[in-house]
């Protein structure tokens, strides 16, 4: 770990400090403290000097209180098993839903049944947008896969690559069939040095599409001296990094620096790389983005209007 970077090291879990949580989240402290005493939602671990740390699976449930609350649900009807779920007051009789489709795409993945995957995910998309479904099953459900993969469970990897491969197909297709009447603002988007996946960065730019921006895409694992020409080429207002492994120190210390020095428009990092480097990437001028992907598209909206002002 990036000796920046305000983690610490517990068995089996890494830790961040409130701040940081802060800075990945776009909730201030004051409000993840209220969050805590009064309404019970998200519990820290607490060092002996009092201290608040907060695990990634904190992270998570920290952004779904945001995107419920943004929905028009209250912060006292907010339940802690709403955040495991991820139902809602409203869906009522069909509260389940997402579990199910959750539960069963993983069981296609674990028995390597395209077939079944197909099923489950093309219902869903028939009663759901794909934002939607986008937001309630696939991050879940890579969310859990990479936890399987983490926890050493057997042919976890294989499971992985399974997906990935029906996902990239599924999303690619979707990504040549976008709407190419937008007008807004021109983004590179890359995965960073040593990413060889891209599935967080497909489903990044067709979230960013549909908000209405313009996307360059240059795929996984993309050297970043390279970045301010074609920047600069296609007149970009912003250059936006995914990556779902830790940044190596290179990068942290040399690259990304150094991409920030040589061009004139902001630089983001999103995805589980920005958790993994968070502080480092700030110290380096970049903005960490976090991985959920609202969150991290209100960010690069705050941070461009205020680069612009400037």
């Not at 694992?221 to 190596?248: D, F, R």
């Not at 609202?294 to 705050?302: A, C, I, S």
Request: net charge negative; aromatic share 6%.
């Amino acid at each position: 770990m990036n000796s920046a970077a305000k983690v610490v090291e517990y068995p089996g879990e890494k830790l961040y400090t409130i701040g940081t949580v802060s800075k990945l989240t776009g909730v201030g402290a004051i409000t993840l403290r209220a969050w805590e005493r009064r309404y019970g939602l998200i519990q820290p671990v607490r060092k002996e000097s009092g201290h608040r740390l907060y695990t990634r699976k904190h992270i998570d449930q920290i952004n779904r209180i945001t995107a419920l609350t943004q929905q028009g649900i209250r912060i006292s009807q907010i339940r802690p098993e709403m955040l495991e779920s991820g139902m809602t007051p409203e869906d009522g009789p069909r509260a389940d839903q997402w579990k199910n489709y959750l539960d069963s795409m993983l069981a296609a993945i674990v028995h390597f049944d395209e077939d079944r995957l197909e099923e489950v995910y093309n219902e869903a998309l028939s009663l759901h947008s794909i934002g939607v479904v986008t937001r309630r099953l696939l991050t879940p459900l890579l969310v859990e896969l990479g936890l399987r993969w983490e926890g050493g469970e057997p042919a976890s990897i294989a499971e992985e690559h399974f997906f990935a491969f029906y996902l990239r197909n599924k999303l690619g297709a979707r990504f040549h069939h976008r709407p190419r009447r937008n007008t807004g603002p021109m983004i590179l988007l890359a995965g960073l040095p040593g990413e060889h996946h891209d599935i967080g960065l497909l489903l990044f730019a067709l979230a960013a599409i549909e908000a209405g921006y313009r996307v360059l895409p240059l795929g996984a694992n993309m050297p970043l001296e390279y970045l301010p020409q074609v920047a600069g080429s296609k007149h970009c207002s912003a250059i936006v990094l995914s990556g779902a492994v830790e940044p190596s120190d290179r990068v942290l210390a040399d690259g990304l620096p150094d991409l920030v020095a040589a061009i004139q428009i902001p630089v983001f990092v999103g995805g589980l790389s920005s958790v993994y480097g968070c502080d480092a990437i700030t110290k380096a001028g970049a903005e960490p983005l976090g991985r959920d992907i609202d969150h991290g598209l209100r960010r690069l909206e705050e941070v461009m209007g205020e680069f612009d002002g400037g």
